[in-house]
């Protein structure tokens, strides 16, 4: 899953600044995104609640990209 998000994210050529937009961003989304399913009854909306978890997991998947790609770009600016 990691890696087709992955690749589509790669095509944002991202500069450094922006980094920290997406970080909050997607932080914000799975907030959002996680007070929404706790107002959710599981036995009525299992199909929402198995949609909010799947948009989770995308926006957990970006946050972990973009926080790695900060990184390596941090760490190849201090080596040099």
């Known amino acids: 899953f990691k890696y087709f998000i992955a690749v589509f994210i790669n095509h944002f050529h991202i500069k450094k600044p922006q980094y920290k937009i997406w970080l ?4 914000i989304m799975i907030c959002l995104s996680l007070t929404l399913m706790s107002f959710l ?10 949609i ?11 946050q972990d990209i973009i926080f790695g790609k ?3 770009l941090i760490g190849s600016t201090k080596s040099m």
Not at 24 to 27: E, V
Not at 54 to 62: D, E, H, Q, T, W
Request: hydrophobic share 70%.
């Open 24 to 27: 909050m961003l997607s932080q």
């Open 52 to 62: 909010i978890g799947f948009f989770i997991a995308l926006f957990s998947v970006v």
């Open 70 to 72: 900060l990184t390596l």
């Open 41 to 50: 009854e599981l036995q009525n909306d299992i199909w929402l609640v198995a």
